[in-house]
């Protein structure tokens, strides 16, 4: 559906992303993920048709795009700061791209209420002015306007970035479901690891330009490519190298005492688990505890390592600060470089 052939962008001097190569399957959610400054923008902008390459080829549907202007890539655009008319009522902003198409005021009017229908809109909402709506309404308004055009592919650059946190889990869930019954090829940016991870088909993630690893959420967080992936995605222990030693001795045979090795916090257990054959048992001292509600976070001091462990509250006693606290990991779980 869409293929980045050895795509370089470069601005004057600054080589943005060096050489690019990536393919996006036909209605996949396909998530570019990093940190700030990665590139991920520059290639969700490249795509569009906003930023032209310095060397290489974007295909969509098998034909060369890169010497196509925007409007004719059939691309639809969600900007982070939505990029929507103030002085124009909401009706107003969502056909303003067939305002521009010069369609007929009848198809219209009832391209614009199918829009508002599956974007959960009502009527009335479409007689205000943008300005009176709240921020997720607002990135509603921003979706349908681009997806009133029936594109190919829609396009979102951090559309949720500017909304608080419970209101952005109840967005991306909306957002992830009305893609699914579209079946609309949507290519999301974002900085937001758990916005990935729940919402993607796939995520390419992103540093210094260059994608690091491309693969399922699952792929992504159990089976990191490499370091960054590894410590970017996710809350993680660095293991010491006392630690990783004792874990190889203690039966890690697969692991290298020498090199570097992270074990997520889910994976850190403080009870012996009911088929423990393959764990390694550590001792170690309670130094803090941090709860969050349906979990809680312990930082163990164990041999010289502080270990991060999550542990899911279900009405049984927490461990004290200053208590003994028993460890157990199992040598798989351990990613190493």
Do not use: W
């Amino acid at each position: 559906m869409i293929s980045y052939d050895n795509i370089e962008v470069t601005f004057g001097d600054h080589v943005a992303i060096p050489d690019l190569n990536l393919t996006i399957e036909e209605g996949e959610f396909f998530t570019l993920l990093g940190p700030s400054g990665c590139g991920k923008t520059t290639a969700l902008r490249t795509l569009a048709g906003f930023i032209e390459p310095s060397r290489g080829e974007i295909y969509i549907d098998g034909k060369p795009a890169t010497n196509l202007p925007s409007e004719k890539r059939r691309v639809g655009m969600v900007f982070q700061n939505y990029a929507l008319f103030p002085s124009m009522s909401v009706g107003e902003n969502i056909a303003f791209g067939l305002a521009v198409k010069k369609t007929k005021k009848d198809e219209t009017k009832r391209l614009v209420a199918e829009i508002a229908d599956q974007v959960e809109l009502t009527a009335d909402q479409l007689e205000k002015n943008v300005s009176e709506l709240s921020g997720g309404q607002q990135q509603r308004v921003a979706i349908a306007r681009a997806l009133v055009l029936k594109p190919r592919i829609l396009l979102l650059d951090e559309p949720l970035s500017n909304l608080d946190a419970k209101l952005r889990v109840q967005l991306r869930e909306q957002l992830k479901n009305l893609q699914s019954d579209l079946g609309i090829t949507t290519v999301y940016v974002t900085h937001d690891q758990e916005e990935a991870l729940t919402m993607s088909d796939r995520i390419a993630v992103f540093n210094k330009g260059v994608v690091e690893q491309v693969g399922t959420p699952a792929d992504i967080y159990d089976r990191s490519a490499t370091p960054f992936v590894c410590t970017f995605i996710g809350a993680i222990n660095t293991l010491s190298d006392d630690t990783l030693r004792r874990l190889s001795s203690g039966g890690g045979s697969t692991l290298d005492p020498d090199g570097p090795a992270y074990v997520r916090l889910e994976k850190v257990l403080l009870r012996r688990p009911a088929a423990s054959e393959g764990y390694i048992h550590l001792d170690g001292i309670v130094e803090k505890r941090s709860y969050h509600g349906a979990y809680s976070t312990y930082v163990i001091d164990s041999h010289g390592s502080k270990l991060r462990a999550m542990v899911t509250e279900n009405g049984g006693s927490p461990l004290v600060e200053g208590s003994a606290a028993e460890l157990y990991i199992d040598p798989a779980s351990i990613l190493q470089y």
